[in-house]
């Protein structure tokens, strides 16, 4: 019989994080931090309305691009939040999280041969959607000493006749990076230059612990050749509920929801409403949280630091991405190493790019007794780590 897969499915490689965790899952009395999932149960008010709506039969298919009162409600939130303005019937969609609307996105837009420019370390999905949408990638290899930020330097220099779209997402996950405003301005300004399109990835927004965040799209001149992409996941610990939401100009509007209605119809009806209630009425549920978080992260600086262990300071998000290359072995190495002596899964920086390996990402989104458990235990490995080089020395 003939091969059926697709030849640009067997060129992509499964994705490098979940490889320890299918391992860790089987161990007794493992701890495992590497998973991007809110440790907080959905608040309580938002779950009520999901349930009522399941026990008011609200159970049908939506309009394809959300209930219109879902719609009104991400317009008001993103105006109010982030000064994005968006007609909510022909500019914003509902999605099956923010991974669907970044996947229709590039589709829409890409034709085969398109590059699209995008910074590494990051999400995992980023160039295997590329690829799959036929795209050309082109990586930005970023590291610690400019804080993973990107320059308007490096974008230039990497920009060529065929690149056509950036992709971005600030706050960073795996980093915790964060782009400020001066930082956006100067990226706006080669993204209008070259007349590049922009896909924001504005995931982690909430999750900002020195100043609010800015979207690029804010910017003037950048609303016109932006699609954002956020969604409920992140900041209001809806992982499961699969809600998400992109927002994008008319021009580009029309042709991303031909995608959304052809390969999902709508998002869940039930989560819709729980998102309604998520949006209006959440805010101070959001602010415990990321209150938590920053306590969790101000905590992992400084267990890292005194291991001895370098550490960027991240800003958003709820990683951390400490760099083990005095240990002389590869961030695949040392996270299995860890697992298999210690009991800790965390996901080698290899996985978010070739940039990436010798960091490894350690997740916050998890208690304080874990995390210092975990950190203790990493102490154990790490103090074994140097006392058998000394011997070796």
């Known amino acids: ?84 303005h968006y007609d909510p019937k022909s500019e914003i969609c509902i999605t099956i999280g923010g991974s669907e609307a970044i996947d229709a996105a590039l589709r829409a837009v890409i034709n ?8 590494e370390p990051c999400y995992v999905s980023y160039e295997p959607c590329i690829r799959l949408a036929y795209g050309v990638p082109v990586k930005i290899e970023l590291t610690a000493e400019t804080e993973f930020r990107l320059t308007p330097e490096i974008l230039e220099a990497a920009i060529t006749p065929k690149s056509k779209i950036l992709l ?51 910017l003037p001149g950048m609303k016109e050749r932006c699609v954002v992409i956020n969604g409920f996941s ?17 021009e580009l509007y029309n042709g991303i929801l031909k995608i959304h209605q052809f390969g999902i119809m709508c998002a869940p009806t039930a989560s819709q409403y729980a998102g309604i209630e998520a949006l209006n009425e959440g805010e101070a549920d959001v602010r415990e949280m990321r209150t938590a978080y920053d306590e969790r992260r101000r905590y992992l600086l400084a267990a890292l630091k005194e291991l001895e262990i370098p550490c960027f300071e991240p800003l958003g998000a709820f990683y951390i991405f400490p760099d083990i290359s005095q240990f002389g072995m590869n961030s695949e190495e040392f996270c299995e190493k860890l697992l298999k002596e210690q009991k ?46 000394a011997i070796r020395t």
């Open 168 to 218: 971005i997402s600030y706050p960073n996950n795996p980093t915790g990076a964060v782009m400020e405003q001066k930082d956006l301005e100067k990226i706006a300004e080669v993204a209008k230059k070259h007349d590049l399109l922009v896909i924001s990835d504005e995931i982690y927004s909430e999750l900002s612990y020195r100043k609010p965040h800015v979207s690029i799209a804010s």
């Open 112 to 119: 085969p041969g398109d590059e699209v420019i995008y910074p």
């Open 344 to 389: 800790v899964a965390i996901v080698p920086g290899s996985a978010f790019g070739k940039c990436g390996d010798k960091h490894v990402r350690i997740s916050y989104a998890y208690s304080l007794n874990e995390l210092k458990e975990a950190m203790e235990r990493l102490r154990r490995f790490v103090t074994n780590l140097r006392a058998n080089a």
């Open 1 to 84: 019989m003939r091969g059926f897969i697709n030849e640009v499915i067997k060129g992509i490689k499964p994705s490098g994080i979940r490889k320890l965790f299918d391992v860790a899952d089987e161990m007794p009395d493992a701890i495992s931090l590497g998973v991007g999932e809110p440790d907080f149960e959905t608040p309580w008010h938002i779950r009520e309305e999901g349930m009522y709506a399941l026990q008011k039969g609200r159970t049908f298919y939506t309009s394809n691009a959300g209930m219109p009162e879902l719609r009104e409600a991400v317009a008001e939130y993103v105006k109010r939040k982030y000064k994005l």
């Open 234 to 250: 992140k900041a209001f610990a809806m992982t499961g509920w699969r809600l998400g939401y992109f927002l994008a100009p008319k």
